[in-house]
Each structure stands twice: as C-alpha cells, then as structure tokens.
C-alpha cells in the first residue's frame, strides 16, 4: 500500500504536470492497440466467422457428396438402393438476383415433396421451424409447380406476392407459397423444388451436393468409407460443411498478413513509449539518486521505471478496446468488400468484443510497453547513487554507442538478406516475416550513427541557408542523440512501412495493368447479369452466344465456362476456353516464355491443363507434373502443360480447353463470352448490335477498357484497408513527434529562455523548434525510404511471393511516394506547432531562474 | 541623460494568493560610463530590478525608461528589438550554450539579429576579454573565470549602452571572481556603457562608482564615490 503510494507520488504525479505529453502517449498506445483489435475483430466477423452461404437450410447431416461440375443425380438413386437406413438430401446450390432490390441470394433446390414427408414424421425439421415452411396441406400442389418459391422471413414477403428473380441469364416471375424464420443467422434464400430449380437453371441431371445424415453407428468415417466403395470416382465424399473450412482456409493468409500489417502502428507506438519513459528516465536521475541513497533497492527503482511504463500501456489498452471497436466496424466492410470481390461470396458476420479480444489488448497494450522500456529502467536501476544525484551537465549525456551499434545494424541487415532466402514455413513465409523485423531493428540501430553523420555536417550548413536558429535547431538534435535517434527511428519505422507496402502496391498494380494487356485480349466481354463474384458462375444461353457468334460485325466468340470446385482441400476455379476462337497475340503470358499459341496448341483437346501461378503455390505443383480432377462422375488425370501469370484472383485456377471439358461435363452452356470484332466494325457498333440482340437475355456486354477499369477499382479498393492502416501508423508517428518535441521543450527550457535574454524574438524561437521538427522529418524520411525500400524488396520478393504466389515486377510508384512523404513532412511539421507555442509561451525569467 | 531610469517603480509578485513586494518605489538613474553596484540579502529584490531594467519583466507600477523609451508602451517586437540594441547580460552560472563553440556563443546575439560580420566582431570582443585563440572551443573545455569572460564578451557583442550583470563572481573563487570585476570595470570605462551589477560581495562593491544598498525591495541608501 505505501509502496503504491510512492509509485503515484514519484512516478505518476509529475505527469500530472504535463498532460499534453502524457495524454500523446497514451493516445499512442490507445492507437496501436486500437488498431490491432479492430483488424482482429473485423478480420473474425469478414472471415473467421465466415459460414459458406450455401450452407443455409443445410442443417444437420453428417456427410457431403461433391463432383466438380455437379453430382449425377443417378447418384441419389444409388444411394437409395443401398440397404442403409441414410437420410437423402440432394441440393442445388446457386444463386439469383432479386430484380427489384438488385440483391444477390443462394439459391436452393430441395427435394421438398421428400423433405415435407420426412417433417411430417417429425423427424429432424432441417428447415426451422416445420409449421411455418411446411407448406400447408392443400398446397402440397405447390410443390412441384415450376414457379413456387419460398422465402425467408427477413425478405418481407408473405405467401401469394409475386417475385422477379434473375436466374443466369433469365428474368422470370415467381410466386412467395411460404415463408421459413431466417432469423437465427441463416441468411434468407430462396427455396425451389428440386425439379424445378434444375428447370430454372438448365442443369439437368445433376445436383450440386447431396447431403447425408447417417445413422450413428458406426463411425462417420466408417460410414463415409463404406459408402465411397458404392459411388463413381468422381465423386467426393466428405465431411458436411467442409466447403466452409476450405473457405476458411483459403482466407487464412489475407487474414494473416492483415493482421501484420496492423502492428506496425503498435511497434511505432512501441518507440515512442520507450522516448517517453527515457525522458523520465533522465528527469528523475536526481531523484532516483537519493530515493537509493535514502534505501530503495536497485529493483524498486526498476520496478517503478516498468511501472510507469505499464501504467500507459495500460490505460491506452483501456482506451483502445473501445477506439478499436469502433475502427473495426469500419474495417469490416473493408474487409468484407475484398473477401467478396477476391475470395468468396459472404457476408460479414457481427463484431464481437469476446473475451479474447479484451484479453488481447489488455495484454499487448502493457506488453510492448514493458518490452519497450525494459533495457531503460534497467539501465535507470544500474546507476549509483551518488553518481545520479550529481548534478550538471552530465546527467544529459545518455550513454549512446553509434560505432558499436552500427556493427550490430551491418550484422542484422546480413541476417535479413540470409532470413529471406529461407523456404516458407507451414505455407507461411515467416522468415520473410523475420527478415523484416531484423531489417527494421537494424535500420533503428543504425540511426544514431545516420543522424549524427548528418547533422554534425548539415548545421554549419543549414545556418547559413536558414540563420541561426536553424543551426541551434541542428544542434540541439545533435546534443540530445538519444532522443533525435529514437523519434527518427519511430518515425521512419512508420514512413518505412508506409513506402514499402505502396511500393509493393504500386509494384502490384503496375504488374496488373501490364497483365491485363495480355489476358484480356478480346474487344469486347458479355457475362449473365447481377454482381459477380468469384465463386459463382452463371451462365449465358447457349442461343445468345450462338446468335451474337453470327453478327455481322463479329468475328469470333470464345466461349468460356468456370466451374467452383473443390482442390486439395481449397477452393479452386476450373476454367476452360474455347480455343477454336481464341486470337491471341506472340506475347508470352507463361513462365516457360514460350508464345501463347504454341502453348495453348499442347491443351487443344487433350487431356491437358493450364494453371495459373497461384494454384502452384497452393498446391505445390508445376509445369510438367499431373493433376488429378474428379470431373461428373470420373476420375481423370491431366498433365500441367504450362503455368500462366494470373493477377486477377488468388484462387487458384486450372484451364483446358472448351472440348476437352465438354467430354467430362457435358453442359453447354458458357459463363462469360470473349467476342472479337472484325477489323471493319469498331466495338461500339458491334456493342450496340450485341444489346440489341440480347433483348429477353439479362446479361452485361463491356468493353475492354471497361473491364480493365473495373479490374483496378477493385484493386485499388482491396488496398484501401492497408492504407488506412499505414495512415494510423503515420499519425501515431507524428503524434509522438509532438510529444517528444514537447519535452525537448521542456528540458531544455533555460536555453530558450537564455535566447530571450540574448535578444531573440519570439518568432526565432518558433522558428527554432519548427525546424527542429522539419529537420527530424527530414532524417525520418530519408531513413524511412532507405528501409522502406529494403523491405519493399521483403514483401514483393518473399512474403506477397510465399503468402499469394505472385510474381511482381518491382515499379517505383514515383507520384504516390511523393505524396505520401510530402504529407507526412508537412504533419511533423505542423506537428512542432504546438510544442513552439509552449517555447514561446515559457517566461524567460523563470526559465533562467538561478539560486 | 541616464541610459536607464526607474521612476518610482514596484513589483509585486502573487505566491499562493499573497502579494510578495519585490520591489517597492524604487527610483534609481544609471549613465554611461558607471559602474553601479546592487547590494543586499538574497531576495532583498536585486533580480527583479536587474530584470525590470534589461525590459525582460515589467512593473507592477511606475516606469522603466530605456534610453529615454518606455518600456510600457512597447509590445514584444519592440522590447526585442530594444534588448537587443541596448542591453547585455550577464549572468551567475555563465549561462552558455554547451553544443556551441565559444565563438559561436559570442556572436549568437548578432546572429538572431541578423547582423553581418559577426565573426570579425566576436574575434574582436574574445581579444578585449583576454581570451584570443580559445574561440574554436567548446565550454566544457574552459575554465570557471574563462567561461564568465565569454559570458562577457557575448553580453558586450552588440556595443550596447546597458549592460546588466547578476551576481557574475558568485560561481567564481575570490581571486578569479576579482579578476573578473576588475576587467568589468575596465570594459565600462573602454566601452562607455552603464554597468548595473549585483552582488553581495564587498568587493565588488569597493570597485563600483556608486553602490545601491537594497533591503526588502526598498533602496536603503545610495553611495556616491
Ligand atoms: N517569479 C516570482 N514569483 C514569485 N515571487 C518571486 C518571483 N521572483 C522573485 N520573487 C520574490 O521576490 C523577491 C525578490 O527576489 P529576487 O529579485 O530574486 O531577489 P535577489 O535577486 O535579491 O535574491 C523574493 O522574495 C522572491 O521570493
Ligand atoms: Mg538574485
């Protein structure tokens, strides 16, 4: 008790009289652990609690059964041979389009005269509650008419409303017979009957999943062998709901480097903790003298320098729960808005500040603050009495060893360039991860040495250029290295990252564009109507591609068709082309740098596939090796001709040819259309002839520059989240800036005040701590874009590399580096603001004061 | 006519709600070319009168007049600007820049002013103070006595008409301490400048043309030579 009271009086209470200070540093902290929590939380509800859509109405069952391109439904009746007492659901799974309100749903088809009968035994209502979707008796009628639809609650519909869906390509008008309770989670989809779902979508023959509950002995896994040996090799048997896992699995890298991204904010905050508490380290060099002198052990003083240090970890983790849940709502539809447009079809989940998320701030938040200060309220403890309480000049001179920890700085770069050459690890590229941190330690190493190399020989300099208070403001940075060292180091640790992740972005972009150049080749592309996703595929009507193949002004349609399917256990996309219509230019879009023709002649009708670069990633596969799909209801085996760039999605795609896809998956039917105009005909004509064809067809026709265009706005959203998070680091930086700018103030009050005396005004001594803060921007910068550089090279060469698979080609975005840099120099700048108020504010008479 | 004059001038401080009378109607005349000395027990009001008159602080009442321009009527530029004319300081504990040279401290006050040719005058003030071929060092590397005199030389950069010193010697042992006045003396001669020192030593006073005895923020008496 009396030990906590001396911690408040010597420790807590001088901090009472400067709130300014004090509050930028919990305000650091609130941010960086703010920060972390919300991409963890929005990062749980965009993906971790993330529910594959299909899997609504599905419940209770214990297997699936899956076929890359559909079940046949001859499947079911195998199934129902089998003298087995199993519970049967075959499922269509695909979407459509609310046409009013333009919204996306599952859509499901149910073997609804099977599932009805097995409710009316009561016996494990998958649908909620039976009464409410049970259609009532005298509707049993309903059931198969082609165009009965029930809906969830959440829709707003009541039995009898007329609904116009958007299925592929085709707008048709169905009626509402019942309503279920969608309440509880399950996002509202709109249910058919079996039969008639397979109408509406022209998939007939097949179903996309069959469901099955088993009966509990024996073992589930018992059950899924036994079965197997009954069905085709083309189909997989599984547990129920592993899609959603895949999913899971597939999100798992996004999430994680999000979730990297979002410390750099803390580790700024870290530097600046360790500034505030070396600031009171050196204040209380007196004081801690004599509190040893008068029998404080060498650990109570350690103890009260961690404390202290703790203390604003502590209240700024206090304050980041709240900041962060806040940030996370807005990181969630960032978030949700890339998972959608990269990933997946999903929705959000809810945030939810649980247990671990409390326990993770309340950890972090004291954590890095105790890391960070450790080595000082060592050193703090380590001092003699005597030698503490001796006063003077000598209490400023803080030990710095620039020469010494130079070589450490050369030693650590060494062991990145070594870490980043090291295999990823458990499909992780941790010592990329690794390299980085020992980069940016090294570069914080070496930045005693840098600054005092550049200021000892820019302030002679810089006062003739600027006057004299530039050459004071030189100086005093110099005096005080240990304090420009570690502001430069906070400072160009958060520039760093920020020049790194948009030379990366930059990289990625410029790479993109260059791509696409050669990927899309075609004037002009036609897809079904409704918002595209990456995991759904609807298809155009056969007639329509068939009608616009014949325009005049067309001269060639590639019919191209993608499938989801399931690969290794990750989602995957299996795509083919048709490569009787493909025109493509010489250019090489593959890793072997052969021309486009002469690789895509290896695929033409063979049992031969392309991939693209991620799936090799993923998968562990390359050019020459075989891949082995299960396609309808075979098993067939594809030799791995090429690997092709792909920067439009990280699923993993294998491509063959139209012919070769139509022998194992008979339906016609194409997703997108690729159509080549004749050299006489522009692609706007031939656009409009298009629509005009096209009339009674739901679908989209775009240019190619619209596509490109589309393509990079959803690039460039993807990306917003990291720049956010760059900003957050950035203003944390500068918050410390003021922080620490507002100390120097302090401390070194008499000079200033002495200047007074020596007949400057106040706008010299403004002036003085404006370039003060300009001078400490400039070293962070160059210091920033030094290390930002090399660890550019980390995230493009080995971490975006081993995480996504991508290969990147290096581009200085020149323009957004210098924007970027040009605004955070301005706010460091404006950040001196305050702090040369309080110079100019401080009486100089008292500052001067002398006994 | 006296390069500064205080004119029935009183200061009053506030501590925890009490005024404290620093100084109370205290007129007193200062020319060129004297060397005055303020004498007095610590807090007896020598600082504040030292301040008032280099117009770093103002009066509670009456006035201060610096060669014939009051104080009161100007704002911060103006009182800048006349400190930097008309007035040097010097101070106890030397007050110099530790990260700059003795030449750089010497012609900071031209510096901030903005005036050419501050190297050929700091050269020229360090040689008047007897500490030719010391400007390239730093403070640390000097002497007690030779870091008062670059106090000194800085304080005289400017030629200025006041020169206002607070208790210079009382870091300094009694032999250097003398050094020092006697050289302050010579300077005020050489210079012609109205010298204001404070101190409790008698020596000092025995130098001084005339010597100001204060007690409680009040002149006690005023001794002429
Ligand atoms: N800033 C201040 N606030 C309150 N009281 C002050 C202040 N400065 C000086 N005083 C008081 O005014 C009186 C005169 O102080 P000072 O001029 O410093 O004396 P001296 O220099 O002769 O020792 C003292 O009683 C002192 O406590
Ligand atoms: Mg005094």
């Given at each position: 008790m009396g030990?906590l ?34 991409i ?12 594959a859509?299909m899997?609504?109405?599905?419940g ?12 046949p ?10 003298p ?5 659901s ?68 009541k ?5 116009r ?76 709901g ?11 890298a ?11 904010a803390l580790?700024?905050g ?29 650990g ?17 983790a ?23 447009s ?5 929705r ?7 247990a ?49 920890d ?5 030693a ?6 070594v ?17 980085a ?6 570069s ?39 304090r ?6 906070a ?10 992740v ?16 050669d ?14 996703a ?21 001269a ?9 399917i ?54 562990h596969?390359?050019?020459g ?25 990280e ?8 012919q ?30 298009i ?6 067809y ?17 690039f ?21 800036v003021?922080?620490?700018l ?26 003085q ?58 706010a ?7 702090p ?11 500052a001067?004061?002398e006994? | ?14 501590t ?49 007049m ?12 103006g009182?800048t ?40 005058a ?16 730093y ?6 006595g ?41 300077l ?30 009040k ?7």
């Open positions: 030990r009271f001396l911690f408040y009086r010597l420790m807590l209470r001088p901090l009472l009289l400067e709130p300014v200070r004090a509050l930028l540093t919990i305000l650091a902290v609130t941010l960086g652990v703010a920060v972390v929590l919300a963890e939380l929005a990062g749980t509800a965009a993906a971790g609690s993330f529910r859509s899997e609504t109405l599905a209770d069952n214990d297997l699936e059964i899956m076929a890359s391109g559909g079940v439904e001859a499947v079911v009746g195998t199934l129902t041979a089998l087995y007492s199993i519970r049967i075959p499922r269509i799974e695909d979407s459509a389009v609310i046409a009013v309100t333009q919204q996306t749903l599952p859509l499901l088809g149910l073997d609804l005269v099977a599932e009805s009968s097995s409710w009316n035994r009561s016996e494990s209502p998958s649908l909620g509650s039976a009464e409410s979707f049970l259609p009532a008796e005298d509707a049993m009628h309903f059931l198969e008419s082609p165009d009965s639809i029930w809906v969830g609650a959440s829709l707003g519909k039995p009898g409303d007329q609904v869906l958007l299925i592929n390509d085709q707008l048709r008008e169905f009626t509402v017979r019942g309503v279920y309770p969608d309440s509880n989670g399950n996002e509202s989809a709109i249910v058919m009957d079996l039969a008639a779902a397979q109408r509406a979508l022209h998939r007939f023959g097949r179903v996309d999943r069959i469901l099955l509950k088993v009966p509990e002995v024996p073992s589930i896994e018992e059950w899924r062998e036994r079965l197997r040996a009954a069905l085709p090799a083309g189909v997989e048997i599984r547990a129920q592993s899609g959603t896992d895949e999913n899971r699995r597939m999100l798992a996004f999430r994680w480097n999000l979730r990297l991204l979002s410390y750099i580790i700024v870290a530097f600046l903790i360790y500034n505030t508490i070396s600031v009171s380290v050196v204040r209380r060099r007196p004081e801690t003298g004599i509190v040893r002198a008068l029998g404080a052990s060498r109570a003083v350690l103890t009260a320098f961690i404390g202290e240090a703790a203390f604003f970890g502590l209240a700024g206090a304050f980041g729960l709240p900041v962060g849940r806040v940030m996370a709502s807005g990181a969630v539809k960032l978030m949700a808005a890339t998972v959608e990269l990933y997946v079809s999903s959000p989940g809810s945030i939810e500040l649980n671990w998320s409390v326990t993770l701030a309340l950890v972090i938040g004291p954590g890095v603050a105790i890391v960070s200060a450790y080595s000082l309220a060592r050193e703090a403890s380590l001092v003699s009495p005597v030698e503490a309480m001796a006063r003077g000049r000598r209490e400023y001179m803080t030990r710095i060893h620039k020469s010494r130079l070589w450490f700085a050369l650590l770069g060494i062991a990145a360039v870490a980043a050459r090291v295999p990823p690890m458990g499909g992780k590229p941790v010592f990329g991860y690794f390299a941190i020992l980069l940016v330690v090294a914080a190493l070496a930045i005693p040495a840098f600054a005092d190399a550049i200021l000892s020989r820019s302030s002679r300099w810089l006062g003739k250029i600027l006057g004299v208070e530039a050459l004071l403001a030189s100086q005093s940075l110099s005096a005080s290295l240990r420009t060292s570690v502001l430069v180091g400072l160009s640790t958060a520039i760093a990252m920020m020049a790194s948009g030379i990366m972005v930059g990289s990625f972009r410029e790479t993109v564009l260059l791509w696409m150049n990927r899309l080749p075609a004037d002009l592309y036609l897809r079904p109507a409704g918002a595209p990456p995991d759904r595929h609807p298809t155009v009507s056969l007639e329509l591609a068939d009608k616009i193949s014949k325009l005049p002004g067309v060639g349609v590639d019919r191209l068709r993608a499938y989801e399931s690969y290794d256990g990750l989602p995957a996309t299996l795509a083919s082309v048709d490569l009787s219509a493909l025109r493509s230019d010489h250019r090489s879009n593959f890793f072997s740098g052969r021309p486009t023709e002469q690789v895509l002649s290896q695929i033409r009708g063979a049992d031969a596939v392309l991939v693209s670069e991620p799936f090799t990633y993923k998968h596969v390359r050019a090796g075989t891949i082995t799909l299960r396609l309808g209801a075979t098993r067939a085996s594809f030799r791995i001709v090429d690997v092709y760039y792909d920067y439009g999605s699923r993993g795609t294998i491509l063959m040819d139209r070769t896809m139509l022998r194992y998956l008979p339906d016609p039917a194409p997703s997108n259309l690729a159509i080549y105009v004749t050299p006489h005909a522009t692609s706007e004509t031939v656009q409009e002839e629509t005009e064809a096209s009339a009674g739901r679908v989209l026709v775009a240019s190619n520059r619209d596509l490109r265009t589309e393509a990079i706005r959803i460039d959203r993807t990306f917003a989240i990291t720049y956010a998070l760059e900003a957050v680091a950035v203003i944390v930086a500068v918050m410390g003021a922080g620490a507002l100390a120097l103030v302090i401390d070194r009050r008499r000079e200033l005040g002495l200047l007074r005396f020596l007949g400057a005004s106040a706008g010299q001594v403004r002036k701590i404006l370039v003060e803060a300009g001078l400490l921007g400039l070293l962070a910068n160059f210091a920033g874009l030094a290390l930002g550089f090399a660890l550019s090279l980390v995230l493009i060469y080995v971490i975006n590399k081993q995480s996504f698979g991508w290969s990147i080609r290096f581009h200085w975005p020149v323009a957004v580096l210098l924007g970027a840099i040009s605004v955070v120099y301005l460091t700048v404006l950040a001196g603001l305050y040369a108020q309080v110079a100019v504010r401080l009486n100089p008479l008292e001067v004061h006994e | 006519m006296a390069i500064v004059s205080l004119q029935t001038v009183s200061k009053d401080y506030l925890d709600g009490q005024p404290v009378h620093a100084l109370d109607s205290v007129s007193l005349d200062v020319n060129r070319g004297e060397f005055v000395a303020l004498v007095g027990r610590s807090g007896c009001g020598k600082s504040t009168l030292l301040n008032l008159a280099g117009a770093m602080d103002f009066p509670t009442a009456g006035r201060v610096i060669d014939g321009v009051d104080t009161s009527t100007l704002n911060d530029a009182l600007a006349l400190r930097r004319e008309k007035v040097g300081f010097i101070f106890q504990s030397f007050q110099l820049l530790h990260t700059l040279t003795v030449f750089e401290n010497v012609e900071l006050p031209l510096l901030l002013a903005g005036k050419p040719n501050a190297r050929a700091a050269r020229e003030r360090l040689a008047s103070v007897e500490l030719d071929g010391l400007g390239d060092r403070p640390h590397q000097l002497s007690g030779q870091m008062q005199r670059v106090g000194i030389a800085r304080a005289l950069i400017q030629s200025p008409a006041l020169l206002l010193a607070d208790e210079p010697t009382g870091n300094l042992d009694t032999v250097t301490g003398a050094i020092i006045l006697e050289l302050l003396k010579r005020t001669r050489e210079q012609n400048t109205a010298t204001l020192l404070a101190t409790h030593s008698a020596e000092a006073a025995a130098l001084a043309d005339a010597v100001v005895r204060l007690r409680d923020g002149i006690e008496e005023i001794l002429r030579r």
